[in-house]
Protein backbone atom coordinates (compact mmCIF):
# COMPACT_ATOMS: atom_id res chain seq x y z
CA UNK A 1 0.00 0.00 0.00
CA UNK A 2 1.30 3.31 -1.35
CA UNK A 3 2.50 5.72 1.81
CA UNK A 4 1.39 9.18 0.33
CA UNK A 5 3.05 12.39 1.88
CA UNK A 6 -0.38 14.13 1.50
CA UNK A 7 -3.82 12.56 1.72
CA UNK A 8 -6.09 14.89 3.68
CA UNK A 9 -7.50 16.82 0.36
CA UNK A 10 -7.41 13.74 -1.83
CA UNK A 11 -10.44 11.48 -2.47
CA UNK A 12 -7.45 9.33 -4.57
CA UNK A 13 -4.00 8.10 -5.25
CA UNK A 14 -2.29 9.69 -8.33
CA UNK A 15 -3.25 8.07 -11.70
CA UNK A 16 -0.42 5.47 -12.76
CA UNK A 17 0.43 7.83 -15.91
CA UNK A 18 1.16 10.50 -12.89
CA UNK A 19 3.01 8.73 -10.80
CA UNK A 20 5.35 7.51 -13.61
CA UNK A 21 5.74 10.25 -14.66
CA UNK A 22 6.51 11.59 -10.94
CA UNK A 23 9.13 9.46 -9.89
CA UNK A 24 12.65 10.17 -9.61
CA UNK A 25 14.13 7.90 -7.51
CA UNK A 26 15.50 6.00 -10.17
CA UNK A 27 18.40 9.28 -10.20
CA UNK A 28 18.05 10.90 -6.30
CA UNK A 29 18.58 7.88 -4.86
CA UNK A 30 22.15 8.71 -4.52
CA UNK A 31 21.47 11.50 -2.46
CA UNK A 32 20.09 8.75 0.27
CA UNK A 33 22.63 9.35 2.75
CA UNK A 34 22.77 13.60 2.53
CA UNK A 35 19.09 13.08 3.04
CA UNK A 36 19.64 11.65 6.49
CA UNK A 37 22.27 13.44 7.37
CA UNK A 38 19.77 16.87 6.50
CA UNK A 39 17.35 14.53 9.31
CA UNK A 40 19.99 14.02 11.91
CA UNK A 41 20.56 17.79 11.78
CA UNK A 42 16.38 18.91 11.29
CA UNK A 43 15.86 16.42 14.82
CA UNK A 44 18.54 18.69 16.61
CA UNK A 45 16.96 21.63 16.09
CA UNK A 46 13.24 20.06 16.48
CA UNK A 47 14.16 18.99 20.09
CA UNK A 48 15.93 22.80 20.72
CA UNK A 49 12.57 24.14 19.94
CA UNK A 50 11.00 21.70 22.64
CA UNK A 51 9.44 19.93 19.66
CA UNK A 52 10.90 16.67 20.34
CA UNK A 53 11.64 15.59 24.20
CA UNK A 54 14.97 14.08 25.40
CA UNK A 55 14.03 10.60 24.53
CA UNK A 56 12.72 11.26 21.54
CA UNK A 57 15.32 13.05 20.12
CA UNK A 58 17.59 10.07 21.12
CA UNK A 59 15.03 7.72 19.48
CA UNK A 60 14.55 9.34 16.67
CA UNK A 61 18.77 9.67 16.01
CA UNK A 62 18.73 5.45 16.49
CA UNK A 63 16.41 4.69 13.99
CA UNK A 64 18.03 7.33 11.42
CA UNK A 65 21.08 5.61 12.16
CA UNK A 66 19.42 2.32 11.55
CA UNK A 67 17.91 3.46 8.45
CA UNK A 68 21.47 4.80 6.97
CA UNK A 69 22.03 0.97 8.19
CA UNK A 70 19.63 -0.40 5.95
CA UNK A 71 20.83 2.01 2.82
CA UNK A 72 24.64 1.18 2.58
CA UNK A 73 23.62 -2.32 2.91
CA UNK A 74 21.28 -2.44 0.17
CA UNK A 75 18.22 -3.84 2.86
CA UNK A 76 15.91 -0.87 2.28
CA UNK A 77 15.38 0.53 -1.32
CA UNK A 78 13.15 2.74 -2.70
CA UNK A 79 9.69 1.31 -4.09
CA UNK A 80 8.11 1.60 -7.13
CA UNK A 81 5.55 3.81 -5.38
CA UNK A 82 7.89 5.75 -3.98
CA UNK A 83 8.18 9.42 -5.16
CA UNK A 84 11.38 10.81 -4.15
CA UNK A 85 14.06 9.95 -2.13
CA UNK A 86 12.30 11.79 0.64
CA UNK A 87 9.44 9.87 0.76
CA UNK A 88 11.05 6.50 0.18
CA UNK A 89 13.27 7.56 3.22
CA UNK A 90 10.04 8.69 5.16
CA UNK A 91 8.78 5.59 4.88
CA UNK A 92 12.09 4.02 5.97
CA UNK A 93 11.46 5.83 9.05
CA UNK A 94 8.44 5.16 9.91
CA UNK A 95 8.96 1.52 9.29
CA UNK A 96 11.95 1.88 11.88
CA UNK A 97 10.53 4.76 14.34
CA UNK A 98 6.63 3.99 14.07
CA UNK A 99 4.30 6.11 12.70
CA UNK A 100 3.92 8.55 15.92
CA UNK A 101 8.07 9.39 16.06
CA UNK A 102 8.58 9.18 12.99
CA UNK A 103 5.83 11.09 11.92
CA UNK A 104 7.12 14.03 13.81
CA UNK A 105 10.42 14.73 11.98
CA UNK A 106 8.49 16.29 9.07
CA UNK A 107 7.50 19.07 10.96
CA UNK A 108 9.42 22.84 10.02
CA UNK A 109 10.85 21.03 6.54
CA UNK A 110 9.74 20.81 3.36
CA UNK A 111 11.05 18.84 0.46
CA UNK A 112 11.68 22.05 -1.38
CA UNK A 113 14.44 23.29 1.21
CA UNK A 114 15.48 19.37 1.83
CA UNK A 115 16.77 18.84 -2.10
CA UNK A 116 17.91 22.18 -2.85
CA UNK A 117 20.23 21.75 0.22
CA UNK A 118 21.06 17.78 -0.59
CA UNK A 119 22.18 19.17 -3.82
CA UNK A 120 23.97 21.32 -2.55
CA UNK A 121 26.08 18.83 -0.67
CA UNK A 122 26.38 16.36 -3.02
CA UNK A 123 27.87 18.75 -5.72
CA UNK A 124 30.32 20.28 -2.91
CA UNK A 125 31.54 16.73 -2.36
CA UNK A 126 31.47 16.12 -6.07
CA UNK A 127 33.53 18.97 -6.46
CA UNK A 128 35.90 18.15 -4.53
CA UNK A 129 36.44 14.39 -5.90
CA UNK A 130 36.61 16.69 -9.61
CA UNK A 131 39.26 18.88 -8.44
CA UNK A 132 41.46 16.02 -7.54
CA UNK A 133 41.29 14.27 -10.45
CA UNK A 134 41.82 17.16 -12.86
CA UNK A 135 44.81 18.17 -10.44
CA UNK A 136 45.72 14.60 -11.33
CA UNK A 137 45.53 15.43 -14.86
CA UNK A 138 47.75 18.17 -14.35
CA UNK A 139 50.70 16.61 -12.64
CA UNK A 140 50.55 13.94 -15.69
CA UNK A 141 51.00 17.14 -17.74
CA UNK A 142 53.92 18.71 -15.74
CA UNK A 143 55.70 15.44 -15.21
CA UNK A 144 55.79 15.42 -19.00
CA UNK A 145 57.35 18.78 -19.24
CA UNK A 146 59.61 18.05 -16.44
CA UNK A 147 60.67 14.90 -18.44
CA UNK A 148 61.12 17.20 -21.72
CA UNK A 149 63.05 20.15 -20.35
CA UNK A 150 64.61 21.25 -23.64
CA UNK A 151 62.35 19.43 -26.62
CA UNK A 152 61.21 21.98 -29.15
CA UNK A 153 58.64 21.52 -31.27
CA UNK A 154 56.59 23.50 -33.84
CA UNK A 155 54.46 25.91 -32.13
CA UNK A 156 51.75 26.64 -34.65
CA UNK A 157 49.02 29.59 -34.63
CA UNK A 158 45.81 28.88 -37.71
CA UNK A 159 47.24 24.92 -37.38
CA UNK A 160 50.40 26.60 -39.77
CA UNK A 161 53.68 26.74 -38.53
CA UNK A 162 54.67 29.52 -36.41
CA UNK A 163 57.52 29.93 -34.24
CA UNK A 164 59.17 27.52 -32.62
CA UNK A 165 58.39 26.57 -28.74
CA UNK A 166 59.51 23.98 -25.75
CA UNK A 167 57.22 21.05 -25.78
CA UNK A 168 57.27 21.72 -21.58
CA UNK A 169 55.57 25.32 -22.65
CA UNK A 170 53.29 23.77 -24.99
CA UNK A 171 51.89 21.15 -22.46
CA UNK A 172 51.97 23.87 -19.54
CA UNK A 173 49.54 25.35 -21.68
CA UNK A 174 47.29 23.08 -21.51
CA UNK A 175 48.02 22.51 -17.03
CA UNK A 176 47.02 26.32 -16.93
CA UNK A 177 43.85 26.09 -18.06
CA UNK A 178 42.88 23.15 -16.05
CA UNK A 179 44.52 24.81 -12.56
CA UNK A 180 41.92 27.57 -13.59
CA UNK A 181 38.83 25.07 -13.36
CA UNK A 182 40.36 23.92 -10.02
CA UNK A 183 40.67 27.26 -8.35
CA UNK A 184 36.78 27.79 -10.14
CA UNK A 185 35.30 24.68 -7.91
CA UNK A 186 37.35 26.44 -4.81
CA UNK A 187 35.50 29.52 -5.56
CA UNK A 188 32.03 27.62 -6.55
CA UNK A 189 32.29 25.92 -3.17
CA UNK A 190 32.28 29.19 -1.44
CA UNK A 191 29.04 29.96 -3.16
CA UNK A 192 27.74 26.30 -2.62
CA UNK A 193 28.22 26.37 1.47
CA UNK A 194 25.10 28.02 1.70
CA UNK A 195 22.42 26.00 3.43
CA UNK A 196 18.61 26.61 2.46
CA UNK A 197 17.31 24.09 5.16
CA UNK A 198 14.74 26.00 7.35
CA UNK A 199 13.39 27.89 4.09
CA UNK A 200 10.30 25.42 4.69
CA UNK A 201 8.31 25.52 1.47
CA UNK A 202 9.27 28.95 0.83
CA UNK A 203 8.14 31.23 3.11
CA UNK A 204 10.76 29.93 6.35
CA UNK A 205 9.48 28.31 9.31
CA UNK A 206 6.89 29.08 12.23
CA UNK A 207 8.21 26.18 14.68
CA UNK A 208 11.34 28.35 16.08
CA UNK A 209 13.84 26.23 14.34
CA UNK A 210 17.91 27.07 13.66
CA UNK A 211 18.90 27.19 10.13
CA UNK A 212 22.36 28.07 11.26
CA UNK A 213 22.77 25.61 13.42
CA UNK A 214 21.15 22.60 10.31
CA UNK A 215 23.50 24.79 8.40
CA UNK A 216 26.43 24.28 10.34
CA UNK A 217 26.12 20.47 11.20
CA UNK A 218 25.82 20.11 7.38
CA UNK A 219 29.25 21.67 6.89
CA UNK A 220 27.71 25.09 5.09
CA UNK A 221 30.18 28.22 6.38
CA UNK A 222 25.92 30.10 6.79
CA UNK A 223 22.28 29.40 5.94
CA UNK A 224 20.79 31.30 3.19
CA UNK A 225 19.57 35.20 3.74
CA UNK A 226 15.90 34.59 1.80
CA UNK A 227 14.14 31.56 2.16
CA UNK A 228 12.53 31.89 -1.26
CA UNK A 229 15.64 32.42 -2.90
CA UNK A 230 17.12 29.13 -0.85
CA UNK A 231 14.09 26.83 -2.46
CA UNK A 232 13.99 28.52 -6.01
CA UNK A 233 17.85 29.39 -6.85
CA UNK A 234 19.59 26.63 -8.99
CA UNK A 235 22.27 29.24 -10.04
CA UNK A 236 24.84 27.31 -7.68
CA UNK A 237 24.09 23.82 -10.24
CA UNK A 238 24.37 26.03 -13.47
CA UNK A 239 27.92 27.13 -12.14
CA UNK A 240 28.64 23.63 -11.08
CA UNK A 241 27.67 22.78 -14.42
CA UNK A 242 29.35 25.28 -16.34
CA UNK A 243 33.01 24.68 -14.70
CA UNK A 244 32.38 20.57 -15.65
CA UNK A 245 31.97 21.93 -19.34
CA UNK A 246 34.67 24.11 -19.12
CA UNK A 247 36.93 20.85 -18.12
CA UNK A 248 35.44 19.07 -20.83
CA UNK A 249 35.94 21.81 -22.69
CA UNK A 250 39.79 22.23 -21.81
CA UNK A 251 40.74 18.58 -21.79
CA UNK A 252 38.72 18.45 -25.25
CA UNK A 253 41.35 20.61 -26.66
CA UNK A 254 44.28 18.91 -25.84
CA UNK A 255 42.59 15.72 -27.19
CA UNK A 256 42.18 16.98 -30.70
CA UNK A 257 45.87 17.87 -30.78
CA UNK A 258 46.68 14.50 -29.29
CA UNK A 259 44.44 12.34 -32.02
CA UNK A 260 46.35 15.14 -34.29
CA UNK A 261 49.80 14.20 -33.39
CA UNK A 262 49.32 10.52 -33.39
CA UNK A 263 48.80 10.32 -37.33
CA UNK A 264 51.07 9.16 -39.34
CA UNK A 265 51.42 12.86 -40.71
CA UNK A 266 52.15 14.29 -37.22
CA UNK A 267 53.77 11.03 -35.76
CA UNK A 268 55.01 13.13 -32.71
CA UNK A 269 53.22 10.96 -29.92
CA UNK A 270 52.82 7.38 -29.36
CA UNK A 271 50.09 6.48 -27.30
CA UNK A 272 50.69 3.71 -24.97
CA UNK A 273 49.02 0.62 -25.39
CA UNK A 274 47.02 0.26 -22.55
CA UNK A 275 45.42 3.90 -23.20
CA UNK A 276 44.69 2.93 -27.39
CA UNK A 277 42.32 0.99 -28.70
CA UNK A 278 42.33 -1.44 -31.68
CA UNK A 279 40.14 -2.26 -34.64
CA UNK A 280 37.79 -5.46 -35.40
CA UNK A 281 39.07 -5.57 -38.71
CA UNK A 282 42.47 -3.59 -39.63
CA UNK A 283 44.82 -5.59 -37.87
CA UNK A 284 47.05 -2.48 -37.69
CA UNK A 285 45.00 0.21 -36.31
CA UNK A 286 45.53 1.72 -32.74
CA UNK A 287 43.29 4.44 -32.26
CA UNK A 288 43.11 7.48 -29.63
CA UNK A 289 39.75 6.60 -27.88
CA UNK A 290 40.73 8.35 -25.09
CA UNK A 291 41.04 11.36 -26.63
CA UNK A 292 38.33 10.96 -29.16
CA UNK A 293 35.89 9.77 -26.18
CA UNK A 294 37.23 13.04 -24.36
CA UNK A 295 36.12 15.06 -26.62
CA UNK A 296 32.96 13.48 -27.77
CA UNK A 297 31.96 13.53 -23.83
CA UNK A 298 32.80 17.87 -24.06
CA UNK A 299 29.53 17.73 -26.28
CA UNK A 300 27.56 15.92 -23.58
CA UNK A 301 28.50 18.48 -21.08
CA UNK A 302 28.12 21.13 -22.82
CA UNK A 303 24.44 19.51 -23.08
CA UNK A 304 24.32 19.24 -19.64
CA UNK A 305 24.95 22.93 -19.17
CA UNK A 306 22.47 24.53 -21.78
CA UNK A 307 19.89 21.94 -21.00
CA UNK A 308 20.23 22.62 -17.27
CA UNK A 309 20.11 26.79 -18.22
CA UNK A 310 17.29 26.26 -20.28
CA UNK A 311 14.65 24.78 -17.67
CA UNK A 312 15.97 27.82 -15.35
CA UNK A 313 15.14 30.10 -17.54
CA UNK A 314 11.80 31.92 -17.25
CA UNK A 315 10.81 30.16 -13.97
CA UNK A 316 8.72 31.96 -11.57
CA UNK A 317 9.89 32.15 -7.81
CA UNK A 318 9.92 29.98 -5.79
CA UNK A 319 9.48 25.91 -5.88
CA UNK A 320 8.26 24.92 -9.44
CA UNK A 321 8.18 21.10 -10.45
CA UNK A 322 10.16 21.80 -13.08
CA UNK A 323 13.34 21.85 -10.47
CA UNK A 324 13.36 17.93 -10.46
CA UNK A 325 15.07 18.61 -13.35
CA UNK A 326 17.67 20.13 -11.69
CA UNK A 327 19.52 16.86 -10.66
CA UNK A 328 20.08 15.07 -14.13
CA UNK A 329 22.37 17.00 -16.06
CA UNK A 330 24.86 17.89 -13.29
CA UNK A 331 24.65 13.65 -12.07
CA UNK A 332 25.93 13.14 -15.18
CA UNK A 333 28.15 15.51 -15.14
CA UNK A 334 29.73 14.53 -12.39
CA UNK A 335 29.46 10.53 -13.58
CA UNK A 336 30.87 11.90 -17.09
CA UNK A 337 33.76 13.40 -15.55
CA UNK A 338 34.90 10.35 -12.46
CA UNK A 339 34.88 8.52 -15.84
CA UNK A 340 37.00 10.25 -17.68
CA UNK A 341 39.39 11.78 -15.91
CA UNK A 342 41.25 8.91 -14.68
CA UNK A 343 41.78 7.65 -18.31
CA UNK A 344 42.89 11.10 -19.40
CA UNK A 345 45.43 11.29 -16.77
CA UNK A 346 47.05 7.93 -17.88
CA UNK A 347 46.94 8.56 -21.41
CA UNK A 348 48.72 11.66 -20.80
CA UNK A 349 51.12 10.35 -18.22
CA UNK A 350 52.04 7.58 -20.69
CA UNK A 351 52.09 9.23 -23.90
CA UNK A 352 55.49 8.97 -25.39
CA UNK A 353 56.99 11.89 -27.51
CA UNK A 354 58.89 11.89 -30.82
CA UNK A 355 61.09 14.36 -29.60
CA UNK A 356 63.35 14.02 -32.69
CA UNK A 357 60.83 14.97 -35.30
CA UNK A 358 59.05 17.27 -33.38
CA UNK A 359 62.76 19.18 -33.32
CA UNK A 360 63.02 18.35 -37.24
CA UNK A 361 60.17 20.32 -37.80
CA UNK A 362 60.60 22.77 -35.22
CA UNK A 363 61.87 25.77 -37.52
CA UNK A 364 60.37 24.57 -40.97
CA UNK A 365 57.83 26.44 -42.76
CA UNK A 366 60.39 29.75 -42.05
CA UNK A 367 59.54 29.47 -38.41
CA UNK A 368 62.35 31.97 -37.60
CA UNK A 369 61.22 34.49 -39.70
CA UNK A 370 60.46 36.25 -36.50
CA UNK A 371 63.12 35.92 -35.28
CA UNK A 372 65.53 37.63 -38.54
CA UNK A 373 62.90 40.62 -38.27
CA UNK A 374 63.72 41.17 -34.38
CA UNK A 375 67.50 40.82 -35.04
CA UNK A 376 67.05 43.82 -37.44
CA UNK A 377 65.29 45.89 -35.09
CA UNK A 378 67.95 45.10 -32.87
CA UNK A 379 70.57 46.79 -35.22
CA UNK A 380 68.20 49.80 -35.30
CA UNK A 381 65.64 49.00 -38.22
CA UNK A 382 62.19 49.66 -37.93
CA UNK A 383 60.07 47.08 -37.71
CA UNK A 384 57.94 47.56 -40.89
CA UNK A 385 61.05 47.99 -42.80
CA UNK A 386 62.31 44.60 -40.68
CA UNK A 387 59.41 42.74 -41.47
CA UNK A 388 59.17 43.50 -45.19
CA UNK A 389 62.93 42.15 -45.15
CA UNK A 390 62.51 39.07 -43.65
CA UNK A 391 59.06 38.58 -45.72
CA UNK A 392 61.35 38.95 -48.74
CA UNK A 393 63.77 36.14 -47.72
CA UNK A 394 60.56 34.08 -47.01
CA UNK A 395 59.89 34.65 -50.61
CA UNK A 396 63.47 33.80 -52.06
CA UNK A 397 63.57 30.48 -50.17
CA UNK A 398 60.33 29.68 -50.83
CA UNK A 399 60.46 29.77 -54.74
CA UNK A 400 63.93 27.73 -54.13
CA UNK A 401 62.28 25.49 -52.27
CA UNK A 402 64.35 25.52 -49.56
CA UNK A 403 64.87 27.02 -45.79
CA UNK A 404 65.88 30.52 -44.09
CA UNK A 405 69.26 29.28 -43.65
CA UNK A 406 69.66 27.36 -47.26
CA UNK A 407 69.84 31.14 -48.55
CA UNK A 408 73.30 32.43 -49.50
CA UNK A 409 75.20 35.29 -47.47
CA UNK A 410 75.02 36.83 -51.14
CA UNK A 411 71.33 35.94 -51.15
CA UNK A 412 70.85 38.27 -48.29
CA UNK A 413 73.45 40.85 -49.30
CA UNK A 414 70.88 41.03 -52.32
CA UNK A 415 68.19 41.39 -49.84
CA UNK A 416 69.22 44.35 -47.64
CA UNK A 417 72.54 45.05 -46.76
CA UNK A 418 71.15 45.10 -43.18
CA UNK A 419 71.29 41.62 -43.56
CA UNK A 420 74.12 40.33 -42.68
CA UNK A 421 76.08 37.02 -42.32
CA UNK A 422 75.93 37.72 -38.32
CA UNK A 423 72.22 37.60 -38.63
CA UNK A 424 72.80 33.47 -39.00
CA UNK A 425 73.19 33.14 -35.62
CA UNK A 426 69.32 33.88 -34.72
CA UNK A 427 68.73 31.18 -37.49
CA UNK A 428 68.29 28.36 -34.94
CA UNK A 429 65.78 26.78 -32.84
CA UNK A 430 67.55 27.09 -29.72
CA UNK A 431 68.52 30.54 -30.71
CA UNK A 432 65.25 31.76 -31.30
CA UNK A 433 63.74 29.46 -28.27
CA UNK A 434 65.94 31.31 -25.78
CA UNK A 435 65.96 34.48 -26.69
CA UNK A 436 62.09 34.46 -25.74
CA UNK A 437 63.00 34.97 -21.83
CA UNK A 438 60.45 37.29 -20.37
CA UNK A 439 58.13 35.62 -17.65
CA UNK A 440 55.75 33.75 -19.75
CA UNK A 441 58.05 33.14 -23.00
CA UNK A 442 59.42 29.80 -24.16
CA UNK A 443 62.90 30.08 -23.34
CA UNK A 444 64.39 27.19 -21.25
CA UNK A 445 64.95 29.52 -18.52
CA UNK A 446 61.56 30.86 -18.64
CA UNK A 447 60.10 27.65 -18.89
CA UNK A 448 61.87 26.65 -15.86
CA UNK A 449 60.60 29.71 -13.97
CA UNK A 450 56.91 28.58 -15.47
CA UNK A 451 57.79 25.48 -14.48
CA UNK A 452 58.43 25.88 -10.74
CA UNK A 453 54.90 28.63 -10.68
CA UNK A 454 53.28 25.39 -11.72
CA UNK A 455 54.27 23.30 -8.98
CA UNK A 456 53.62 25.72 -6.67
CA UNK A 457 49.74 26.52 -7.98
CA UNK A 458 49.44 22.62 -7.88
CA UNK A 459 50.90 22.39 -4.38
CA UNK A 460 48.33 25.42 -3.38
CA UNK A 461 45.18 23.59 -4.89
N1 LIG B 1 11.57 15.60 -5.93
C1 LIG B 1 11.49 17.05 -5.95
C2 LIG B 1 12.70 17.62 -6.67
O1 LIG B 1 13.55 16.89 -6.99
C3 LIG B 1 11.47 17.57 -4.57
C4 LIG B 1 10.12 17.50 -4.04
C5 LIG B 1 9.39 18.77 -4.09
N2 LIG B 1 8.11 18.43 -4.61
C6 LIG B 1 7.05 19.15 -4.42
N3 LIG B 1 5.98 18.69 -4.91
N4 LIG B 1 7.06 20.28 -3.76
O2 LIG B 1 12.75 18.81 -6.89
Known sequence: ???????????????????????????????????????????????????????????????????????????????????DVHSALERGLLEIAGPELGGKLRAGRSRNDQIATLGRM??????????????????????????????????????QHAQPVLLAHHLLAHAWPLLRDVDRLIDFDDRAAV????????????????????????????????????????????????????????????????????TKEFSFVVLDDAFSTGSSIMP???????????RGKAGRLIGDLTGLLATLKAMPLAYNRDLQEDKEPVFD???????????????????????????????????????VAEWLVRQGVPFRVAHELAGAAVKLAESRDCELWDLTDEDYAGISEHLTPQMREVLSTEGSIDSRSSKGGTARSAVAAQLDSARAELSRL
Not at 215 to 236: K, P
Not at 355 to 369: D, I, K, V
Open 1 to 83: ERISLWGGRFAGGPAEALAALSKSTDFDWRLAGYDIAGSRAHARVLHRAGLLDEAELSDMLAALDTLQEQVDSGEFQPELSDE
Open 122 to 159: YLRDSARIIAGQVLDVVESLIAQAEAHPDAPMPGRTHL
Open 195 to 262: SPYGSGALAGSSLGLDPQAVAAELGFRDSVENSIDGTAARDVFAEFAFVTAMIGVDLSRLSEEIILWA
Open 284 to 294: QKKNPDVAELT
Open 333 to 371: AVDTLTLLLPAFSGMVATLEFNTERMAHLAPRGFALATD
